[in-house]
């Protein structure tokens, strides 16, 4: 008989309940249930009591952040994790944020997202063949995910990435974070990383290899889309669509 998953506060309890997750909604149940990181969840739910006060009518969501997206997409995109007053607020990831309103904008602009706008998980937005989901899954206070709050949290990214694996031809990372927590996921996962692995940069590309069945995902690099990397232009508007235009085109998605 299976052990039983260890209660949701519990530092093992991702590593339990991930791999028994047989769908992509599935996994995403039991990510918001998750209370693993005592220091994340304390932050997430007094930022959702003070509130900033632009939000004072909002009741935040205030749980960990799933993934978003359709379950067989040929497209990952992923990025740190939740912003305290955007997914934290509004329950789904680059949601009423800087971050969002830009990197929502430039999927709509290449035809990949049904609106160029995110306001909460309501809204009706869709992706077409893009997934987006995180290393870190609660918002960390200044945007800081410990070591040991990243390595906690791996399993759900390893999890959502195995049910991806059929249909997913291109990783998108946006930002060194990122880079560096999905290397050692897809290492695990059984994809061949070169050595000496390769180093994060915005348009670096990568090929790696399936070792159990030949199969290839290429990883593409690209700067995260916050507010200051797009204020002091180390990312445009037009730097941020070329990549994503890169990452669907190797993806085989359609653009406008």
Known sequence: MPLPTPPSDDPRFPAAA?????TASALEEAVTA????????AWREEVARTKRRAYQDWEYWARPVPGFGPPDAALAVVGLAPAAHGGNRTGRVFTGDPSGDAFFAALYDIGLASRRTAVHRGDGLELYGVRITMPVHCAPP?????TAERDTCRPWLARELELLRPTLRTVLVLGGFAWQALLPVLGDAGWRLPRPRPAF???GE???ADERDGGELRLIGGYHPSQRNMFTGTL??????DVLREAARTAGLRQR
């Open 34 to 41: 998750c209370r693993a990181c005592p220091r994340l969840v």
């Open 142 to 146: 200044a945007n800081k995910p410990t």
């Open 206 to 208: 990568v090929l790696l």
């Open 18 to 22: 991930a791999p028994r997750a047989r």
């Open 201 to 203: 940069r915005h348009g």
């Open 236 to 241: 445009t508007p037009q730097m941020l669509r």
